[in-house]
């Protein structure tokens, strides 16, 4: 099996609180609470351990959430924790069980200095010898610059370990000059690189081999409830994926399923699956993690009962 590593360089500890109904202006009292490390990268790693794939997950976090960072440490997840001055960002979701919905907030987090940075960028150049997929996922801190980013893939670009980008759209520049073998935007990402609103199929699908022809082999643009469309082989080949309505999960809470597509490609590629298999996978971690209140805490029950319902058809566009 396939070596993972995956980076994450703005992580965040998601906090959920569970409760009956929020009593906006007044006092609510919460049913159940939880908090996890997570960002990006975590949430791709924590997703192949419920698949029992183990990857070694690289991160930044405050320096108050070593501890929590570090106690990812499991069977299949090797963590290692570059502390830095500052606290983590919060994701905090509330979810109300009587009216079926979840509100979300976010706050800001640390800002890396030069010191971080080189110490992040050394770390990955030691752990891609010993690697031969890596992931980084997520947006950039404050303080870490798409140069700073370059600088950081270049140390993995001195290895064969194979690379996969899920960026933010801001970042995807400094990255695609590395020819990673596969990246993921969403719909919206997407449309913010190729400067446009992108209307139908046939938009989606030009954007995406805009984008194959600056570096990426194969494009994964995730569209929510509605799947996939996949670009691959040099643009001579579109896919869309998709679970059929009647089948799809009937959770409301999405929160993380990019990141469980992601560990569910990434897990197929390791697996040596053709590209057609390995979108199914994706698609299918993609839907068993609304089904989960922690992302990537997958059950691999759920995630062979939507392998059974993926459908992909061949897009002439």
Same mark, same amino acid.
């Given at each position: 099996?396939?070596?993972?590593?995956?980076?994450?360089?703005?992580?965040?500890?998601?906090?959920?609180?569970?409760?009956?109904t929020?009593?906006?202006?007044?006092?609510?009292?919460?049913?159940n609470?939880?908090?996890?490390?997570?960002?990006?990268?975590?949430?791709v790693s924590r997703?192949?351990?419920?698949?029992?794939?183990?990857?070694?997950?690289l991160?930044?976090?405050?320096?108050?959430?070593?501890?929590?960072f570090?106690?990812?440490?499991?069977?299949?997840?090797?963590?290692?924790?570059?502390p830095?001055?500052?606290?983590t960002?919060?994701?905090i979701?509330?979810?109300?069980?009587?009216?079926?919905r979840?509100?979300?907030?976010?706050?800001?987090?640390?800002? !890396?200095?030069? +010191?971080?940075?080189? *110490?992040?960028? /050394?770390? #990955?150049g030691?752990?891609? =010898?010993n &690697?031969?997929?890596? @992931?980084?996922?997520?947006?950039?801190p404050?303080?870490?610059?798409?140069?700073?980013?370059?600088?950081l893939?270049?140390a993995?670009?001195?290895?064969?370990a194979?690379?996969?980008?899920?960026?933010?759209?801001?970042?995807?520049?400094?990255?695609?000059?590395?020819?990673p073998?596969?990246?993921?935007?969403?719909?919206e990402e997407l449309?913010?690189?190729?400067?446009?609103?992108?209307?139908?199929?046939?938009?989606?699908?030009?954007?995406?081999?805009?984008?194959?022809?600056?570096?990426a082999?194969?494009?994964?643009?995730?569209?929510?409830?509605?799947?996939?469309?996949? !670009?691959?082989? +040099?643009g001579t080949? *579109?896919?869309? /994926?998709? #679970?059929?309505?009647?089948? =799809?999960? &009937?959770?409301?809470? @999405?929160v993380?399923?990019?990141?469980?597509f992601?560990?569910g490609?990434?897990?197929a590629?390791?697996g040596?699956e053709?590209l057609g298999?390995?979108?199914?996978?994706?698609?299918?971690?993609?839907?068993?993690?609304?089904?989960?209140a922690?992302?990537?805490?997958?059950?691999?029950?759920?995630v062979?009962?939507y392998?059974?319902?993926v459908?992909?058809?061949?897009i002439?566009?």
């Amino acid at each position: 099996m396939s070596k993972i590593l995956t980076v994450s360089l703005n992580t965040a500890v998601d906090r959920v609180i569970e409760l009956e109904t929020l009593n906006i202006g007044g006092v609510s009292e919460a049913a159940n609470q939880s908090e996890v490390a997570a960002g990006k990268g975590i949430n791709v790693s924590r997703a192949l351990a419920a698949g029992l794939i183990g990857s070694t997950a690289l991160c930044f976090c405050g320096v108050k959430d070593k501890e929590l960072f570090l106690g990812l440490e499991s069977e299949f997840i090797r963590a290692v924790v570059f502390p830095v001055a500052g606290s983590t960002r919060s994701n905090i979701t509330i979810v109300e069980s009587q009216h079926r919905r979840a509100t979300h907030l976010k706050t800001k987090g640390y800002s !890396v200095n030069v +010191n971080d940075i080189a *110490a992040m960028t /050394a770390a #990955i150049g030691n752990e891609v =010898r010993n &690697s031969d997929i890596v @992931a980084v996922a997520g947006s950039l801190p404050a303080g870490f610059s798409n140069n700073d980013l370059r600088d950081l893939l270049g140390a993995t670009a001195r290895s064969s370990a194979r690379l996969f980008l899920d960026l933010a759209a801001e970042n995807y520049e400094a990255g695609l000059g590395f020819r990673p073998f596969a990246i993921k935007p969403n719909l919206e990402e997407l449309s913010t690189i190729a400067g446009k609103t992108l209307k139908d199929v046939a938009d989606i699908v030009a954007a995406a081999r805009e984008l194959a022809t600056k570096g990426a082999d194969t494009v994964l643009v995730t569209l929510g409830a509605d799947g996939a469309i996949i !670009v691959a082989e +040099n643009g001579t080949m *579109a896919l869309q /994926a998709f #679970i059929p309505e009647t089948h =799809r999960p &009937s959770h409301d809470d @999405a929160v993380g399923s990019g990141d469980a597509f992601v560990a569910g490609f990434i897990a197929a590629v390791a697996g040596n699956e053709p590209l057609g298999d390995c979108i199914i996978n994706a698609c299918a971690y993609g839907a068993a993690n609304q089904a989960t209140a922690v992302p990537g805490q997958l059950d691999q029950h759920d995630v062979r009962r939507y392998r059974s319902r993926v459908q992909v058809t061949r897009i002439f566009a």
